[in-house]
Antibody, heavy 122, light 106 residues
Framework: QVQLVQSGAEVKKPGASVKVSCNTF????????IHWVRQAPGQGLEWMGL????????NYADKFQGRVTMTRDTSIGMAFLDLSRLKSNDTAVYYC???????????????WGQGTLVTVSS | SYELTQPPSVSVSPGQTVSITCSGE??????VCWYQQKAGQSPVLVIY???KRPPGIPERFSGSNSGNTATLTISGTQIMDEADYYC?????????FGGGTKLTVL
């Protein structure tokens, strides 16, 4: 059974950085991209970017360029999201999700992690 | 940048059929998937490749995609289907989500 398990909730002050982890189980870690998606309170889903666990290469949404870093540790099957220079409007639930790639017939997310609440408050 | 537009809310009576739309320029030329998100939970995939259901998703969920509009249809809607629904597609190398539709079953 494929499962993604994320680290626990975080409270950070404005200007600080946060690191969220995503532990994967039940499949070959290097075989599927990992995406990060966030959801502010009462809002919709916002894509942040992806990492290729095989190469370590990442693609970030324009909005987060320069402030986000996605990494992985293939030895333990984990992906990480680093977000720096936090602001109050970064308060959100952050999700990791495994990409399923049908090789030319679409790409989708299944499953998602349970989410990590990051609260940014002074 | 590419945008996907969904109605903010839709309501349906139990047992009836409801459709949720997702609009975008030439959306029919892209693959669309749909996620269900119940209150306080993570999103769950309900439709992929426009029309396919993952294992465990009830047959009452179906999808279509043509022209500028993709549609998620729930037939015989149940109380348990009350949730937020999001469409998703790709724009070049970026992922795009619709704004989400709150489905109320009453």
């Amino acid at each position: 059974q494929v499962q993604l398990v994320q680290s626990g909730a975080e409270v950070k002050k404005p200007g600080a950085s946060v690191k969220v982890s995503c532990n994967t189980f039940g499949y070959t870690f290097s075989g599927s991209y990992i995406h990060w998606v966030r959801q502010a309170p009462g809002q919709g889903l916002e894509w942040m970017g992806l990492i290729n666990p095989n190469t370590g290469g990442a693609n970030y949404a324009d909005k987060f360029q320069g402030r986000v870093t996605m990494t992985r540790d293939t030895s333990i099957g984990m992906a990480f999201l680093d977000l720096s220079r936090l602001k109050s409007n970064d308060t959100a639930v952050y999700y990791c999700a495994r990409e399923v790639d049908s090789r030319g017939y679409g790409r989708w997310f299944d499953p998602w992690g349970q989410g990590t609440l990051v609260t940014v408050s002074s | 940048s590419y945008e996907l537009t969904q109605p903010p809310s839709v309501s349906v009576s139990p047992g009836q059929t409801v459709s949720i739309t997702c609009s975008g320029e030439k959306l029919g030329s892209r693959y669309v998937c749909w996620y269900q998100q119940k209150a306080g939970q993570s999103p769950v995939l309900v439709i992929y490749q426009d029309t396919k259901r993952p294992p465990g998703i009830p047959e009452r969920f179906s999808g279509s995609n043509s022209g500028n509009t993709a549609t998620l249809t729930i037939s015989g809607t149940q109380i348990m289907d009350e949730a937020d629904y999001y469409c998703q597609a790709w724009d070049s190398s970026n992922v795009v989500f619709g704004g989400g539709t709150k489905l109320t079953v009453l």
